[in-house]
Structures are given as structure tokens and as C-alpha cells.
């Protein structure tokens, strides 16, 4: 099974209102990434979270770790229309021998003028 | 301005038939990687390439091939052994050994459709 799953796979929130979106992982990381996709576009990378760290910022953007409960949440205030898109973390760990980068399924956001 | 380019954006395919898609990065990045993402799905992991003339098989390279002959290029080929090609295929770079963090840079995609 997937080594990142995201909770919920939607969320449909009002412009303004905060938006938080969770990530779970299976085994010990490196480092987590979050990830934004629009619709039918590539991924833009958003924000990494190393495993020795526990929260982070980058403007409306915080990111938590959990490394004790491998879990991880993403949380975009003041939430704009722009904002809509899918959102995915990746988890960057070690795995059958091999350092690789895992995506989850991904959190559909969408920001209700 | 530096990014990766995938060609082409759209393409159609009967079945039986081998299609290439393009991928060229102009980032001077050591690796490249192909993803398929399906509808309201995750990625996932076709080949990868560490350095120019080696490439591994991913979680789903069965009937996928590619080659890396040039650091700048990683096509990949959608054989007619591929069971159900039709997807949305994106192709990554990035340096790893820069940062000690492996942040990929993403093409826009090409979707593939089997008529």
C-alpha cells in the first residue's frame, strides 16, 4: 500500500477560512514534502519538512511532523480562490534498499468564492 | 529560464501502437523520472535515471521503456504491452545531492489516450 495517505481526499472550504490537510506514512523518513498540483498541470513543489524538525513556515503556508505518530499536517490560512488545486505530500525514505520519494493519493481543495 | 519541457501536451494512440514521449530539462539536474498519475490518483513511479546511461525500473515499469543517452533527456516509450496506457504521464528532475533533499522539478504532463 501507498507509504503517504492523505486525509480527507476532499475538502471544500469558503474563501478566508483555513484549510488543513493531514498525511500519514509507514516507515522511518528523511525528510516530508508537500506538493501543489492545479488542475492537469505538473507538481510544484511547496515546502520540506526534515525529520529532526517538528513545524515550519513558508508565508500562509505551516507544516507540521510528527515523527512518533508518522503523521504530518499542512495548513494553508486565509484561504484564497487561488488556492484550489490538490494537494500532495511525498515522504523521501529508505525502502527495499533504495532512497526514494513515495507521493500520496492527494487532498482535493477547493476555495468557494 | 530554466524548467522541463514534455511534448507532446496531448496525444492519441491507437492500440498495438509504440508512442514516445518527450522529456528534456535544461536544470543541469543528475535525475529524471517518469510518474503516471491516473484519475483522483497518487503517482506512481515508472523508471528513474540517477546519471546519464543508467536507469532503474520503478514500481510500474511493465511495458514502459526509456533510455538516458543525454543528461538534458529521458524519453519514455509506451509499448503496446503496456495493458491500459491511457493516463496523465509526468516527468521529473532534481539533485539530490545538492541539498541532501530530493525536491523534484516537474514538467506540465502529457496525457495519453487509447482510441
Known amino acids: 500500500s501507498q507509504q503517504g495517505e492523505e486525509d480527507p481526499q476532499a475538502l471544500s472550504i469558503q474563501e478566508g477560512e483555513n484549510a488543513t490537510m493531514n498525511c500519514s506514512y509507514k516507515?522511518?523518513?528523511?525528510?516530508l514534502q508537500w506538493y501543489r498540483q492545479n488542475s492537469g498541470r505538473g507538481l510544484v513543489h511547496l515546502i520540506l519538512?526534515?525529520?529532526?524538525?517538528r513545524e515550519k513556515h513558508s508565508g500562509r503556508l505551516r507544516v507540521t511532523l510528527d515523527t512518533s505518530k508518522k503523521s504530518s499536517s499542512l495548513l494553508i490560512t486565509a484561504s484564497r480562490a487561488a488556492d484550489t488545486a490538490s494537494y500532495f505530500c511525498?515522504?523521501?525514505?529508505?525502502?527495499?534498499?533504495?532512497?526514494?520519494?513515495?507521493f500520496g493519493q492527494g487532498t482535493r481543495l477547493t476555495i468557494n468564492p | 529560464d530554466g524548467g522541463i519541457t514534455q511534448s507532446p501536451k496531448y496525444l492519441f494512440r491507437k492500440e498495438g501502437q509504440n508512442v514516445t514521449l518527450s522529456c528534456e530539462q535544461n536544470l543541469n539536474h543528475d535525475a529524471m523520472y517518469w510518474y503516471r498519475q491516473d484519475p483522483g490518483q497518487g503517482l506512481r513511479l515508472i523508471y528513474y535515471?540517477?546519471?546519464?546511461?543508467?536507469?532503474q525500473k520503478g514500481d510500474i515499469a511493465e511495458g514502459y521503456s526509456v533510455s538516458r543517452e543525454k543528461k538534458e533527456s529521458f524519453p519514455l516509450t509506451v509499448t503496446s504491452a503496456q495493458k491500459n496506457p491511457t493516463a496523465f504521464y509526468l516527468c521529473a528532475s532534481s539533485n539530490p545531492g545538492t541539498s541532501g533533499a530530493n525536491v523534484l522539478t516537474f514538467g506540465a504532463g502529457s496525457r495519453l489516450t487509447v482510441l
Open positions: 516507515t522511518s523518513i528523511n525528510n
Open positions: 511525498a515522504t523521501d525514505a529508505l525502502i527495499q534498499g533504495a532512497q526514494k520519494l513515495v
Open positions: 535515471s540517477q546519471i546519464v546511461n543508467d536507469f
Open positions: 519538512i526534515r525529520s529532526n524538525e
